[in-house]
């Protein structure tokens, strides 16, 4: 059964093969040598740290996703303990709320957050209705904190949950028949034990914060995320070499930090974005 | 029992998370259907501005639609065949091949968009097409039915079944259909419902892919965000979250695939 | 190839022996000939290469260049399990999940494409020979360990195979059932007639259904033999302790006695300076110290119920283990006699 099989299964990954090859191997290896092709040539890669526009660009996306990634991981891991933790009516509610968009793609977030924090908002209607003054945050940074925070917090949370379901009780019940305190068995306990899962859903939440383009066009705000940077780099300027070695760039950091996480919290969890 | 004081500011945290969550997409299915989003709910209640969205943007319902079933089944002949090779193979080679077929989730789609368009923008016909933007679903999503499957594959001993059909006399692609693919059935629909649902609302990639021929249900959001007033776009989110709200519910129910229950109701 | 009559194909390997990929040795070259209708035990601890002989036999794994083998007069060496047409018996049963119980023992039939009506008349019997047709349209996650077995058994054989391999069918289950399900399976293979190979690692087991046992032992045999001459005339220190409790004595020959600590008994069927004889707890019993060649002291009482368990020190190197089914009181500290059937002594290979 074993020596005759190798052919078929070389036929059956054929086609994913080709697919992969023709359309994103190749592609990505074009963009590559584009994002060198401009009149720096391949040291258009370092120039990026060089463009005060570009470098400026990229540390506010990293600190912007680095701020909704660990609001995201603290806000989840709370909710998530609490919810796999607590049986109560109305549990299996809130975790459909939390987890329902999933999959919403960041242009309707981007919209959603106009709802919640735009010019005919709701923070601005109860802000004009207690204290008479305007509240409208929807296109400036905390607007786009708000949409990032909106589309990694069901995904964190689903991460999390998984790992808390798999929490052995008998640990934390260990922990106090030895005196030890709520905190400390937080601490101890309970956070060790979900240190992958937060790793891991972090890596992501991060990940796609670092991408996310369709919340930030929506918002049109003046804040130049990378992603934003890099598509009026290509349809405005046509500057393509530019916009290929920031999405080199871009790309790199966003796989570094799937890939540090992993190697870190282990392959397993990050399964599940 | 008597829940501790603890219990219930976890129990209002949680809460105020589920409606910051939750109330802006009510509120924006409600403007959907005010008269005037401006004058509040007292406007009157309508169906005009969705009638109006369905006469300037059924077309991109269509086609994402389309999209969406085309991508589908390029990932059912292309992603569960590899899924079960690499279920099959533990070699190092094999895993090169998992990461880098998982890699367009870690590349952002703006980043694959570009690629693909400077590498096959040149050729008109494709770049024209709706075929150019399932290209990019097909690459985005497939990572999401690979796993899908291989989840399914790990969580029973797929081998021995296979040897205990081959011990039967099913020859290869006979075990496949027989009891490879019934048996992952739970894997293949929990991926099929991401693809699906990660199809109709991908927006980073298709925005680059798309041509005014070819805009998605996502791209002609952002249109409506940008030049239409703001009960269309409410509208216009209505019609796409009724459109979603099915996928996200089986999403919710088929989602999450475990391994076979062995459960024993007749002991001796 | 496939003719309801050849139910007894004899099997025969040649020089098999595995290597796998990674390079370690799973079996050295074996020969082995199993008769028509004769039904052979593997057996051996996990790892003895057991398993790896079975795969070798149905088909799963190919043995190293060189090695061949043979059912009845075709050498099925390059022939993959699905051309072979054996019936297989997995441990884990490997019942189709997607399938109800008729669909799983119909299935082998389906592959062969036997018509319908046939293959519903075949089912029925195996359903009906296995006692399980009132679970015909069950799920498999609905039956129990036995149920499941019985199903792996109906649909092994409902295809008519030209041999039978199990490979360790009953290590799932409970004990009771195991014991069962052992004399069922049994008088299964005496009724069908049928070449049968049976991987187990326990010895009983292996003594109820085995014609011939072949113990192995790293991946070499150990010894070939019926259940009795495994038992009373274990080849070498390792089989004997494999199968069953034995006891040994170590000591030195002279003027036709084996003497060692605690002393001695009548021996005239070697010359070896220095041996080592081996009997069964069973073969031996405690007398008073005045009626035996051999004292010592006991050190242990066990009662078992149906006998007693007496653990002897100050014999021998070790300590002697003798069960009886006697009711006398056995006082631990006393000094009694052993006295040993003459006949159920044999001389073994003292090395393990």
Redesign the interface.
């Known amino acids: 059964?074993?020596?005759?099989?190798y052919p078929?299964?070389i036929l059956?990954?054929l086609?994913?093969?080709i697919?992969?090859l023709a359309?994103?191997?190749?592609?990505?290896a074009?963009?590559i040598l584009?994002g060198g092709s401009g009149e720096n040539g391949f040291s258009e890669y370092l120039s990026i740290f060089h463009t005060p526009r570009h470098f400026e660009s990229l540390v506010s996306t990293v600190l912007l996703s680095a701020a909704v990634t660990i609001a995201a991981v603290i806000?989840s891991a709370?909710?998530g303990v609490?919810?796999e933790r607590?049986r109560?009516p109305g549990r299996e509610v809130?975790i459909?709320?939390?987890?329902?968009?999933?999959?919403?793609?960041?242009?309707?977030i981007?919209?959603?957050?106009?709802?919640?924090a735009g010019r005919?908002g709701?923070a601005n209607e109860i802000s004009q209705a207690l204290t008479g003054s305007r509240l409208v945050f929807a296109y400036s940074m905390a607007g786009l904190f708000t949409g990032y925070l909106?589309f990694s917090?069901?995904r964190v949370i689903l991460t999390i949950m998984a790992a808390a379901e798999k929490l052995d009780p008998a640990l934390e019940e260990a922990a106090r028949s030895l005196g030890a305190s709520?905190w400390q068995v937080i601490r101890d306990v309970i956070l060790p034990a979900l240190k992958p899962a937060l790793i891991a859903s972090g890596a992501i939440a991060f990940?796609t914060a670092?991408?996310?383009?369709?919340t930030a066009?929506?918002l049109?705000t003046n804040i130049d995320v990378l992603?934003m940077t890099?598509?009026t780099e290509?349809t405005l300027n046509a500057n393509?070499a530019t916009?290929?070695a920031l999405?080199?760039v871009?790309?790199t950091i966003?796989?570094l930090a799937?890939?540090i996480s992993r190697s870190i919290a282990g392959s397993t969890v990050a399964?599940a974005? | 029992m008597k829940r501790s004081r603890i219990f219930y500011v976890n129990l209002a945290f949680t809460l105020l998370v589920c409606a910051f969550l939750i109330v802006p997409i009510f509120l924006s299915m409600l403007a959907g259907v005010t008269v005037n989003f401006f004058q509040g709910i007292k406007s009157g209640l309508t169906l005009s501005w969705v009638i109006e969205v369905w006469s300037l943007y059924a077309d991109t319902i269509f086609l994402s639609l389309l999209i969406a079933v085309a991508c589908l089944i390029c990932n059912l002949l292309i992603g569960v065949p590899a899924a079960y090779v690499l279920a099959r193979k533990s070699g190092r080679v094999a895993r090169m091949i998992e990461e880098t077929l998982v890699l367009p989730i870690a590349i952002p789609g703006l980043a694959i968009a570009l690629a693909l368009i400077v590498t096959y923008g040149g050729i008109r016909e494709f770049r024209l097409s709706w075929l150019f933007i399932l290209v990019g679903h097909v690459l985005y999503t497939l990572p999401f039915m690979i796993r899908s499957v291989l989840a399914v594959l790990s969580s029973f001993d797929f081998r021995t079944l296979e040897e205990g059909a081959a011990s039967l006399g099913a020859g290869f692609w006979k075990r496949f259909r027989t009891i490879i693919i019934p048996n992952c059935r739970a894997g293949i629909l929990a991926g099929s419902l991401m693809v699906v649902t990660l199809s109709v609302g991908e927006f980073n990639l298709t925005w680059m892919l798309h041509t005014p021929l070819t805009k998605t249900l996502p791209v002609g959001l952002a249109d409506s965000y940008a030049s239409m007033r703001l009960e269309i776009g409410s509208a216009y989110t209505l019609v796409f979250l009724i459109m979603i709200l099915p996928l996200l519910i089986a999403l919710q129910l088929y989602g999450r695939p475990r391994a076979a229950k062995t459960t024993i109701s007749d002991p001796e | 190839m496939t003719s309801d009559q050849e139910v007894s194909t004899s099997i025969r390997l040649e020089a098999c022996a595995k290597t796998f990929d990674d390079g370690t040795r799973a079996l050295e070259p074996i020969d082995l000939e199993i008769a028509g209708g004769e039904t052979v035990v593997l057996l051996g601890p996990s790892g003895c290469g057991k398993t790896t002989t079975l795969r070798i036999i149905a088909g799963l794994e190919a043995p190293d260049p060189g090695g061949r083998v043979l059912f009845g007069s075709d050498d099925v060496t390059p022939l993959p399990i699905e051309s072979r047409n054996v019936g297989m018996v997995f441990q884990s049963y490997a019942l189709f999940p997607n399938m109800t119980v008729r669909e799983n023992v119909a299935y082998g039939l389906m592959v062969r494409n036997v018509p319908k009506p046939e293959r519903a008349v075949r089912v029925g019997e195996m359903l009906a020979m296995m006692h399980i047709e009132e679970l015909a349209d069950r799920r498999i996650d609905q039956l129990s360990g036995g149920q499941r077995q019985r199903v792996a058994l109906a649909r092994a054989i409902a295809v008519r195979p030209r041999v039978l391999l199990l490979d360790e069918p009953l290590t799932a289950l409970d004990a009771s059932l195991r014991e069962r399900l052992r004399i069922e399976i049994n008088d299964l293979l005496r009724s069908l007639g049928i070449t049968a190979v049976y991987v187990t690692h326990d010895q009983g087991e292996a003594m109820a259904i085995g014609d011939r046992i072949v113990v192995m032992r790293k991946g070499v045999v150990a010894q070939i033999g019926s259940p009795k001459d495994i038992y009373y005339r274990p080849a070498n220190a390792f089989v004997a302790d494999f199968i069953g409790t034995s006891n040994r004595l170590t000591g030195h020959l002279s003027n036709g006695a084996l003497s060692f600590q605690g002393g001695s008994i009548p021996w005239q069927r070697s010359e070896a300076a220095e041996l080592t004889v081996m009997f069964r707890p069973q073969d031996a019993e405690i007398v008073a110290p005045t009626e035996a060649q051999i004292a010592g002291r006991i050190a242990n009482v066990y009662f078992l119920g149906d006998r007693t368990k007496i653990i002897l020190e100050a014999i021998g190197q070790g300590p002697i283990v003798v069960e009886t089914t006697a009711q006398a009181d056995f006082v631990i500290g006393s000094n009694v006699g052993l006295k040993i059937n003459p006949d159920r002594i044999f001389e073994i290979d003292g090395e393990t």
């Open positions: 059964m074993k020596h005759s099989e078929r299964l059956l990954m086609p994913v093969a697919v992969f359309f994103f191997l190749l592609p990505m074009r963009l584009i806000i709370v909710t609490f919810l607590n109560f809130l459909s709320m939390l987890t329902f968009p999933l999959a919403f793609p960041g242009v309707v981007g919209f959603l957050v106009i709802m919640l005919q709701l909106y917090i069901p709520r990940a670092m991408g996310a383009f369709g066009f929506t049109a992603p890099i598509y290509f393509f916009a290929a999405s080199i871009l790309g966003t796989w799937l890939y399964a974005a």
